[in-house]
């Protein structure tokens, strides 16, 4: 296997042992449920959920829109739209946030250790919200910049904020990307839905994020559960940890993946079903992780401190009592990698 030299991150992974995580959704419409579930289930990375069955707003797109500084997003028909000012779907946005920060607060109380939030990345807000004149953002490159650097700013005051109301929390950040390869490969379709959007550059795409990860000081972690995700790119970009579906991936990608370990880019493993299945092995659910480490060729003891275990993807499909067994079944899964990494 060809690998490439280390990359260096201004903000490495905290050094967690078995640790598990959820993406960021959850069932319901209950803030102080969804905080009482992450945290009661996951011991060293408890993250701030998102309940996008509440409406617009809460969900992913419009949760991150409304974080966005001097630029504004509505709803309309054919979904979301930049505004001249803020509206409704802005003030939802904005009172739903507060609404489940003061929900993560009251649980963790005397908290000291790692804990994740999560945001829309700048590809695939500009993928998913239109210009004024009816547009995909993606389709303007002066827009996508715009984007990012307004997100970069509102991620900071949100970081910010975070840390005053928990502040024994050592933050991490998760950027979804989920239409990242697509936006990479010029799949995001117009929005009239007639034609592609031609592909971002790839150099191009890489500095956008690599400019918005230097502007935060935390780790970076970037989600996507979308196929062909370009670890490389996202590597170079500076990432702390990579998060991913497992099951979306083959053997082609391994080299990639080793060069990403051996840099010391984290991976969060989706090995866990985000909707409700028949599941009952942690041991089991991990056995394609032992099985890709082994192909790897890395220190068995190694595994359980550079991967950790999280859902397939969002788990707001899901019955509630399946999500809270979900986050308890990756938190045993995590722990049996290093209980048993063989």
């Known amino acids: 296997m060809s690998r490439l030299g280390r990359v260096s991150t201004p903000h490495p992974f905290p050094d967690l042992r078995g640790a598990a995580t959820g993406v960021g959704s959850l069932p319901g419409t209950d803030a102080r449920e969804a905080a009482k579930t992450s945290t009661g289930a996951l011991e060293q990375l408890p993250f701030l959920p998102e309940l996008p069955a509440r409406g617009p707003g809460a969900d992913m797109i419009g949760r991150s829109a409304g974080l966005l500084v001097e630029l504004f997003a509505q709803t309309e028909p054919s979904g979301w739209r930049f505004a001249d000012r803020p509206g409704r779907d802005t003030r939802r946005a904005h009172s739903w946030l ?22 829309v990345g700048p590809w695939t807000l500009a993928a ?40 024994g929390a050592q933050l991490v950040l998760q950027l979804d990307e989920p239409s990242l390869p697509a936006v990479l490969a010029g799949r995001v379709k117009t929005a009239s839905g007639f034609q592609r959007l031609r592909a971002v550059d790839r150099q191009i795409a890489e500095e956008v994020l690599r400019e918005l990860i230097r502007g935060l000081d935390v780790p970076v972690v970037v989600h996507s559960c979308a196929p062909d995700v370009p670890v490389p790119l996202l590597r170079r970009a500076g990432v702390a940890g990579i998060s991913l579906d497992f099951s979306l991936l083959g053997e082609r990608q391994d080299d990639d993946l080793g060069e990403a370990v051996e840099a010391g ?13 028949a599941v009952s092995d942690p041991a089991g659910s991990v056995q394609g992780v032992r099985t890709l ?6 220190a068995p003891e190694l595994l359980g401190r550079r991967v950790l275990v999280t859902p397939t993807c969002g788990l707001a499909g899901a019955s509630p009592a399946y999500a809270r067994k979900a ?4 938190d045993r899964a995590a722990r049996s990698l290093v209980d048993n990494p063989e």
């Open 327 to 330: 986050l308890s079944l990756a």
């Open 293 to 298: 480490w082994r192909r790897l060729g890395f």
């Open 265 to 277: 880019t984290a991976i969060l493993a989706g090995v866990v079903p985000s909707t409700d299945q």
């Open 128 to 167: 998913s919200i239109e210009l004024k004149h009816g547009e995909k953002a993606l389709a303007d490159h002066g827009a996508c910049r715009d984007i990012a650097g307004s997100l970069t700013e509102g991620l900071r005051r949100h970081l910010a904020d975070v840390r005053k109301r928990v502040p």
């Open 98 to 119: 507060g609404e489940d920060l003061d929900a993560l607060e009251e649980f963790t109380q005397g908290y000291q250790g790692a804990l994740k939030v999560q945001a």
